[in-house]
């Protein structure tokens, strides 16, 4: 237990934070290890003050359209691992994905998500044709791509294409805490660098990470914290690790919704302009976690608009909730929950105002 001077003392770092939008590595490794129920209170108040001012009671929503659960990449955490012999494959077609955004425009969804598993079916010229064609179809709607790690020419044509958005979590800044995730062809240096290369091309660009993921300790999310400062995204997306019964991780513990909902706060004082979800990995920990989250400082949630047939089968972790009979109602579903806490789903582009 902290005493009250500690508890005191962590109060003002959080009103330094206001102020400086920035902390020392210390310091917020201090903050976050120290973090009590009257200090997240004290801080998610703050949180959504900024929020109330920049995005008022408004709740961006995002069409998601999860394409491919093919992944040529092994990670520890996650159920679409290509060594997941369990996982039942599939890949929409073109004309399904157009159809997820025909469907998805009629709901009043102006940003689709096309995210999918590393996978190689889907060339550059698959994806930028794609993209031309939503674009065409939809010139006022935003196109997000999350595709994962590719090169910079690559990034490029989507973006010549007409991709607005890309979304992809750096997962750990530490480098040996993401060795202990990732398999050895993956390194926190080209995750970070493809972030960079997304930034120069011009996208509005995304990253974020897992909130206790295996290994993980207050410093790192420390560490994470300050590479987000540098990297200044528009948007930063942040989940519970939940394990999957199907990877190494099986046995692991879940993170949780206080931590997460803490790690929000202080992503939303750091940077009060920043897109936030609510993630579906913080609905599924608790019946309430999406609404928390917004309490919290949030202000984006992401809808499923894949066919329902396909969506047990883009199972990231266990239990993941909208992947049963009652998935076609994502939209009104979230419509009726954010009302609930006196918010309210906006049908916009919803841009960053972090620019
Ligand atoms: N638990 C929570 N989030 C996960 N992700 C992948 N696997 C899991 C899991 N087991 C997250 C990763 C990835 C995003 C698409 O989903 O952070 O970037
Ligand atoms: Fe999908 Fe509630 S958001 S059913």
């Known amino acids: ?66 394409f491919t659960n093919y992944c040529r990449n092994d990670c520890l955490y996650c159920g679409i691992r290509k060594s997941n012999q369990n996982a039942s494959r599939y890949r929409l077609t073109e004309e399904e994905i157009l159809s997820c955004c025909r469907m998805g425009y009629e709901l009043g969804f102006r940003t689709f998500v096309l995210q999918g598993g590393e996978d190689a079916y889907f060339t550059d010229d698959k994806i930028a044709h794609l993209v031309h064609c939503i674009k065409d179809l939809y010139p006022d709607c935003a196109v997000t791509l999350s595709l994962g790690e590719r090169s910079y020419e690559s990034y490029k044509r989507f973006f010549d294409a007409g991709a607005d958005r890309y979304l992809l979590r750096h997962e750990t800044y530490n480098s040996a805490h993401y060795a202990k995730l990732h398999p050895a062809s993956l390194s926190a240096a080209k995750r970070q660098q493809c972030l960079w290369n997304l930034k120069e091309i011009g996208y509005q660009v995304g990253t974020g990470f897992m ?12 560490e994470d914290m300050l590479f987000i400062h540098e990297l200044n995204p528009h948007m930063v997306g942040i989940g519970p690790f939940i394990p999957h019964h199907d990877t ?82 994502c939209r009104n579903c979230l419509e009726r929950r954010m009302e609930s806490i006196g918010y309210q789903v906006v049908t916009a582009r919803g841009d960053s105002l972090n620019v």
Not at 3 to 24: P, T, V
């Open 1 to 66: 237990m902290i005493n009250s001077n500690e508890s005191n003392g962590l109060k003002e770092l959080i009103d330094k934070l206001k102020e400086a939008r920035c902390l020392s590595k210390e310091e917020w490794t201090w903050l976050i290890a120290g973090r009590t129920p009257e200090l997240s209170e004290y801080l998610f108040a703050l949180a959504r003050e900024e929020r109330h001012q920049y995005y008022r009671h408004d709740v961006y929503v995002r069409g998601l359209i999860e």
């Open 211 to 222: 909130v206790g993921s295996p290994y993980q300790t207050p410093e790192n999310l420390a």
């Open 248 to 329: 190494p991780f099986a046995d692991k513990a879940s993170g949780t919704l206080e931590l997460t909902l803490f790690m929000l706060g202080l992503i939303r004082l750091m940077l009060p302009k920043v897109l936030l979800p609510a993630t579906t990995a913080l609905g599924t920990i608790h019946p309430n976690g999406r609404e928390q989250g917004i309490l919290a400082g949030a202000n984006v949630v992401m809808p499923n608009l894949s066919p329902t047939a396909v969506r047990k089968d883009y199972s990231l972790y266990d239990n993941k909730i909208c992947t049963g009979d009652e998935a076609a109602e």
